[in-house]
């Protein structure tokens, strides 16, 4: 299951604070709209065909309910407008819009709530079906009219273009939310990938080095002083620092987020690297002419897409000489998957994001003249690696909502805690891969005759 299909099936979920069960629901200054049947009893029909029979407790603003009672949990719909989101965009690009806009919450634990609702196999694709019943009960409650503006958190749809200025306002979108955000989401080791846990003790911070490592070492990196390293997708420049700092490699970072590049190289030159690392503000398409002994993309491939993939890995090979080395770090889904445009992760965090399926992936990289060497999967890793980001979005909400605003973080939110649970179920994967090119002369190919170094 991908990331979209996730929050299909997770709903939606809540703030950082608590709300109290007695307090009321319904925001301040909403008109209660005169019905003589409750808000309860005309949507029954809907959630009913999207859920079937309602394994948490849906409290609407009229006081009215569905579902269990004396949980620990409720769905809360605290306005009339996230029924009227839904009528005019069924499925979850209504349900996260009013998420998003606070017109819909949880009472409880988060993960609890979505694996709740997760076994009932609620059926968001059943929404143009079910959507008469819930324009007649939304007729009834008199809240019938124009489609409500989307939040301005909300990304056009680009239809997965990928074109270079595209992807430059994507990547903005996704990365330019502000650094100080991501410091308190990804915590000191400032890495926006899948960390890598050794044992249960492993902090958050140690869990990225580990995996920076790993990846050192896959490329080589150890084996010599002063390899030439491109880091592709550098984000806050936290490869190429463990890089240079750990194995005296002269790196190139390049990213295509102004935010990232500013931060990137602030840390660089607070780290004393600044000899060792250069970050470029830079689209990997405009690299040429140049040699590099290994290259690391980690987290950058789901930007890509499948129409670009042969064009990703044929830049990439041209960049490498013999013996080179390329590890491609990245989100896979089997089949593929394409987001969506009319789903929440498309809209809100990854417009124009696709995932591929780890067997395309090895394909390509061998067709563009790879010889595909080591594929490594870190899924138990992610879940527990978005977890901590949660926990750390949780702990310093207040914060957080100064900064971007609580819409943009109920954002993050709703998608790392879906996500996570994606990963749970196996829906995701995650996937490293490691292809060489081979010495055209003698055939060689400068690779280790086991992993044993690597770990």
Request: hydrophobic share 40%.
């Amino acid at each position: 299951m991908n990331v979209q299909d996730q929050i299909q099936t997770s709903g939606m979920t809540r703030s950082g604070a608590e709300v109290p069960r007695n307090q009321s629901r319904r925001p301040a200054g909403e008109v209660r709209r005169a019905s003589k049947t409750s808000a309860a009893e005309l949507m029954a029909p809907v959630f009913e065909g999207l859920v079937g029979s309602v394994p948490v407790r849906v409290e609407f603003w009229d006081g009215s309910a569905l579902g269990p009672t004396g949980g620990d949990t409720a769905l809360l719909v605290k306005s009339p407008n996230a029924l009227r989101r839904m009528v005019w965009a069924p499925g979850e690009l209504g349900l996260g819009r009013a998420f998003v806009s606070g017109e819909i919450d949880v009472v409880g634990d988060l993960f609890d709530v979505i694996k709740a609702l997760r076994p009932s196999g609620v059926k968001l694709h059943n929404a143009k079906r079910v959507a008469p019943a819930a324009v007649a009960a939304v007729h009834r409650l008199g809240l019938l009219g124009r489609p409500l503006p989307p939040p301005p958190e909300e990304a056009p749809n680009r239809r997965h273009q990928h074109l270079k200025h595209h992807d430059a306002a994507s990547i903005s979108h996704h990365y330019d939310v502000g650094n100080d955000f991501y410091r308190l989401v990804l915590g000191e080791a400032m890495t926006y990938s899948c960390a890598r846990f050794v044992d249960a003790s492993t902090t958050l911070e140690e869990a990225q080095a580990a995996k920076h490592e790993l990846i050192c070492r896959k490329l080589g990196l150890h084996e010599r002083s002063g390899m030439r390293l491109l880091d592709v997708g550098c984000g806050w420049g936290s490869m190429a620092m463990h890089a240079a700092r750990e194995h005296g490699a002269q790196v190139v970072g390049v990213t295509i987020s102004d935010e990232q590049a500013k931060e990137a190289r602030r840390r660089v030159d607070a780290a004393g690297l600044g000899e060792l690392v250069e970050i470029r503000l830079q689209d990997y398409r405009d690299l040429s002419g140049e040699r590099f002994d290994a290259i690391s993309s980690i987290g950058m491939f789901e930007h890509v897409g499948k129409n670009r993939m042969a064009e990703y890995f044929n830049v990439l090979r041209s960049l490498l000489g013999p013996h080179g080395r390329l590890l491609n770090h990245a989100i896979s889904s089997v089949g593929g998957s394409r987001l969506s445009p009319d789903s929440f992760a498309y809209r809100y965090v990854f417009p124009d994001g696709e995932l591929m399926d780890i067997g395309e992936t090895a394909i390509a990289m061998q067709a563009a003249g790879f010889e595909v060497r080591d594929v490594e999967s870190l899924l138990e890793h992610y879940d527990t690696t978005l977890r901590h980001w949660v926990a750390n979005l949780r702990e310093h909400w207040d914060e957080a909502v100064a900064l971007v605003g609580e819409p943009r973080a109920r954002v993050w939110l709703l998608y790392m805690t879906a996500s996570a649970v994606g990963f749970e179920d196996a829906g995701l994967n995650i996937h490293q891969t490691l292809g060489i090119v081979r010495n055209g002369e003698d055939g060689s190919s400068g690779m280790p005759r086991t992993r044993r170094e690597w770990n």
